[in-house]
């Protein structure tokens, strides 16, 4: 691993009580560089979405730290880190969560129209994304009228149009066949290079995995490799 560290993960655990307490992370220790692809993977139930949603700041964690470009998370209070996470993060995850009711374009548009972006400003960055996408055409499609690999296509527009550092993906193409899974994957590797996100993804397809810079192992809430 070469470049800034962009995040650093130190001893970071999580314990549900329900009602028992139930230790998902058993402090877990990663830094990872600006511009990189990592994909994390393992069993089902080895704290990897748990991971994923303590790095985005989406849930806080028992114990331990995440720094964000310097930023402790943690030391930021609910109204701030909602902030941070909207200017910074992007999320794409196995079920798209487009709006049905409204257009590719609009959908993709959402984020950036919430943080108070003037709409044609708004517009022309989501039809510049979902041309990026493949997605030119499909501008004034509605979610129901797109196949799965197109509605995650626009998903992944949507997680660029603030032009965040990181972007959390969990299990972006679990939903899709294989061809499709392909697809989606080789999207958001060319994104990747072409734009300079650090791109971290939870994903149970090793032959995907393999294809990033780098694969994180988690087994029983500890990263075995990474």
Known sequence: MT???VIKVTNLAKTFHMPQPLPILKGIDLEVSRGEMICIVGASGVGKSTFLHLLGGLDRPTSGTVEFEGQDLFALNDHQLAAFRNRKIGFVFQFHHLLPEFTAIEN?????LIQGQKRPEAARQGAELLSEVGLRERLSHRPGELSGGEQQRVAVARALILKPSLILADEPTGNLDSHTSDEVFSLMKRLNKQFGNTFILV???????????RVIRMVDGRIEAG
């Open 108 to 112: 993709v548009m959402m984020p950036a």
């Open 3 to 5: 470049g800034t560290i």
């Open 203 to 213: 994903t149970h397809n090793e032959k995907l995995s393999a294809q990033a810079d």
